[in-house]
């Protein structure tokens, strides 16, 4: 079943000693989570094989590079930008990007004068067939409190500084609409691939906590 | 609810930790295995998303901030599977069947399945017969409420005058349905609020805020 539970703490290090003289708060979680596998395993009410096959559509299949190729061909394509605008799900469906926390998309375009950024202040609402799951940070409360109240500050943080006049629109993803932030299309890319151009959108700029990368540091 | 979870606009929860380098999609192996529990339980049909999210942030306050994302997971999904008799608590203790399982009338998901739960997802998108009450520019006011049942509506919100900017039709309505009472579509609108006319003064005047609500939140201005 692929159980490993050599979990110690919140650090990621590894401790390699004993196990049975830890009792960590998380390794008594690992060991109530296989506690309840078995339990549904021995109930008929979970297929082991089905947990592997979710683990790793999650950990290989579904991730940012899927947001990426929606992006790029945004900034290749006027034509489907404009259908990004006018419908994100079905442009996204497109290219083969659907279903569950991705049902019902809304695209949003970064400009010049207007950044976006997407949170979820309720729970960890984020569209999962083009991002993935979400980082641990973009769950936790120090930017779920602060993200809609303090959004320059929020980025500051993250790297990001806009000037005052540039408007933060923040979007508080409240219901089961899932937001994509296209950021913009940095200068000195005329011509290039959607290939090469997807290779500068990362995970935070389609959330809106990143910029696209500089063309200038990434190989073509 | 005005749990733990309704943390927008909340302080003192410290700096962001982003930087982790090449950050897993999951830390520990026993957060794989919750995770995946949750979504194969939750495609047997025996509960909704709303019913799920209620189940998290019914966990005490100084609980829900103390436990990592997949610990809420996991106390959750025991708690929607407690409530919906399919364990009872002795069995969760013990990791082993002690009563015999409630026929769910199907066999669980198998692997080749996973797939097609997964993108069939769940549209939560309703056609009603109902006219939309307000149209894209319309002003209105976030209601005040403070329900101790399941919403959507954010404290940080409620009071606060806006604009709709977005109309997406009828959606499945969280309040009811996260309680057994039925989807009970409404329209569901985005509506956008002035950073000041949320937060005061200390907002910058370009900045705004949006959220996703139901008609019944909205008041006209």
Not at chain 1, 106 to 116: C, F, G, K, R, Y
Not at chain 2, 163 to 178: Q, S
Request: charged share 25%; net charge negative.
């Amino acid at each position: 079943m692929g159980h490993d539970d050599h979990d110690h703490g919140n650090d990621h290090h590894h401790h390699d000693h004993d196990h049975d003289h830890e009792h960590s708060e998380l390794s008594e979680t690992a060991l109530r989570v296989r506690a309840l596998e078995s339990l549904l395993v021995e109930k008929g009410y979970v297929d082991p094989a089905a947990l592997d096959e979710l683990i790793e559509t999650y950990e290989t299949r579904v991730g940012p590079r899927n947001g990426a190729k929606v992006v790029a061909k945004a900034w290749a394509n006027p034509d489907y930008l404009d259908w990004l605008r006018k419908d994100a799900t079905a442009a996204i469906a497109d290219l083969g990007f659907i279903g569950r926390q991705g049902e019902h998309m809304v695209a949003l375009e970064n400009t010049p004068d207007t950044h976006n950024m997407v949170v979820c202040t309720l729970c960890s609402c984020y569209p999962w067939p083009v991002l993935g799951l979400p980082p641990v940070w973009y769950k936790s409360p120090p930017y779920r409190s602060r993200a809609v109240s303090d959004p320059r500050g929020v980025l500051e943080e993250f790297g990001v500084y806009l000037p005052e006049t540039t408007s933060v629109r923040v979007w508080d993803s409240t219901a089961e609409v899932r937001y994509l932030v296209i950021p913009q299309r940095p200068k000195g890319t005329d011509g290039w691939s959607e290939e090469d151009l997807a290779n500068l959108v990362t995970r935070n700029s389609m959330i809106g906590t990143g910029l696209a990368l500089d063309p200038a540091k990434v190989k073509r | 609810m005005n749990g733990a979870q309704d943390l927008g606009g909340q302080h003192g929860f410290g700096p962001i930790d982003h930087d982790e380098d090449k950050e897993p999609v999951f830390h520990h192996e026993w957060e794989k295995r919750a995770f995946a529990m949750t979504l194969a339980m939750g495609f047997l049909g025996q509960w909704n998303i709303d019913k799920s999210r209620h189940a998290r942030e019914s966990m005490p306050p100084a609980k829900y901030l103390s436990s990592s994302y997949y610990q809420i997971w996991t106390e959750g999904l025991i708690r929607l599977m407690l409530d919906a008799g399919l364990v009872v608590p002795g069995e969760v203790h013990i990791g082993h069947k002690e009563v015999t399982p409630r026929d769910l009338h199907r066999e669980p998901v198998h692997a080749h399945e996973v797939a097609g739960f997964l993108s069939r997802g769940g549209p939560a998108n309703r056609d009603i017969a109902d006219k939309p009450r307000f149209a894209i520019g319309d002003r209105v006011t976030a209601i005040r409420m403070n329900p101790t049942h399941h919403t959507r509506l954010p404290r940080y919100l409620r009071g606060c005058p806006g604009e709709i900017v977005l109309h997406h039709g009828g959606h499945v309505f969280p309040d009811t349905n996260a309680h057994g009472l039925g989807e009970n579509p409404q329209h569901l609108y985005t509506v956008r609020f002035a950073a000041r006319d949320v937060w005061g003064d200390q907002a910058n005047p370009n900045d705004f805020v949006h959220a996703d609500l139901w008609e019944s939140y909205l008041a006209a201005a």
